[in-house]
């Protein structure tokens, strides 16, 4: 068997750096080795404080989300434009093309925007939420819009909502969309909450740590659906996406690690040279998720900070006391730090990954990392 099917990652994800024009009709043009066309756009600036933005084809190029706050989605002609074949294009806004400022865009690819609709079924525990989702088997990447149903469920009853992915999703992000609510994410959270969805997440938009409710659900997600409990992500007829990730062994990598407090922190194996790492610590509460790319750092130390759950512009770690960053390298991830938000000793950290290169080929070549 194959070390990975993906010898190419940049089919799938992409990270594009721009300066923006504060025109209109600005193509952001991705140049991996593959001319990939985005289904999820997340852009930020780098050099001014302002929200990170989202858009993902399923909803269209109208309705944003921002991850730095529980909002409900917004329209703004004057924000993003299309997603093209090989990037999108946005008009003037600041948040994502304001003129002299520097910004960074992460893209991911779904099915080209062709979707599946799923109608809702049955009645109590178990029954089917309606739903689209457009799902990337190869990639492990489905977007999916649903309509919540808690008004058919009791206390610790689910339902079921259809990802398209043919495995089970290791990561879930998850917004609703016509009125505000809060950013969760589920995954594998340690050693404390060793399964996906047991009883617990964390949000995106928030510093706060691990959360323990039933609400959420508390079945692990299978080949075919998502389990949701009766409220937060299931409220009857509100509107919600969902982004869900399936791991792709030597493209996509979800999981947890144990800080030690030290300059020579844990290293994280993943099975390729990181493109992109969103990282949070679960076990307290207070440190922001931190997101780091190899597109805005060349080489490491990888310090270019970016936090989802605020404004801030882009932060140079190297420059706090603690001198804040990450080793990237051919197979996997090193921590550089002591800062316990980061890697505190002892405390457990979730991490999300996606590859610029995998540790080996489909025909067994070892990479080459840059």
């Known amino acids: 068997m194959a070390y990975t099917n993906i010898d190419d990652p940049s089919a799938y994800f992409q990270t594009a750096i721009y300066t923006g024009n504060g025109g209109s009709d600005r193509a952001i043009v991705n140049d991996g080795n593959s001319a990939m066309q ?118 610790a009853q689910e339902s079921k909502l259809t990802h398209g992915l043919g495995v089970a999703p290791a990561f879930t992000i998850m917004k609703r969309t016509d009125s505000a609510g809060e950013w969760y994410v589920m995954g594998d959270f340690g050693p404390i909450y060793s399964s996906y969805f047991n009883n617990a997440y964390l949000l995106l938009n928030t510093t706060a740590a691990i959360n323990g409710n039933s609400y959420v659900g508390d079945t692990a997600p299978d080949s075919t659906h998502i389990f949701l409990g009766n409220e ?12 869900a990730f399936a791991e792709k062994q030597g493209y996509s990598k979800f999981g947890s690690y144990v800080g030690n407090g030290n300059l020579d ?23 922001d998720w931190r997101l780091v790319d190899s597109a805005r750092n060349t080489f490491n130390l990888t310090d270019k900070l970016l936090m989802p759950n605020n404004t801030s512009a882009e932060f140079d770690g190297s420059t706090h006391a603690s001198n804040l960053g990450f080793d990237f390298v051919s197979n996997g991830f090193k921590l550089r730090t002591t800062y316990y938000g980061m890697n505190g000793n002892t405390e457990t950290f979730i ?16 990479a080459t990392a840059r």
């Open 265 to 287: 922190g844990p290293f994280v194996y993943t099975g390729f040279k990181p493109a992109f790492l969103l990282v949070k610590i679960t076990t307290a509460s207070g440190y």
């Open 232 to 243: 937060l992500v299931n409220i009857a007829s509100a509107t919600y996406v969902c982004y």
């Open 351 to 366: 991490y999300m990954a996606f590859a610029e290169n995998p540790f080996v080929t489909s025909t067994g070549i070892p």
């Open 38 to 155: 985005p289904d999820w756009v997340w852009y930020k600036s780098r050099s001014n404080a302002s929200s990170h933005i989202t858009y993902d084809s399923t909803r269209g190029d109208g309705p944003y989300l921002k991850p730095s706050d529980a909002g409900d989605e917004g329209t703004d002609a004057n924000m993003f434009e299309s997603f093209d074949s090989d990037g999108f294009s946005l008009n003037g806004d600041t948040d994502g093309n304001g003129s002299g400022r520097t910004y960074v865009a992460w893209q991911w690819k779904a099915n080209g925007g062709t979707t599946t609709s799923v109608s809702a079924s049955g009645t109590g525990s178990g029954c089917v939420n309606a739903c689209t989702y457009q799902a990337n088997t190869t990639a492990g990447f489905s977007i999916i819009t649903y309509t919540g149903r808690d008004d058919q469920l009791s206390n």
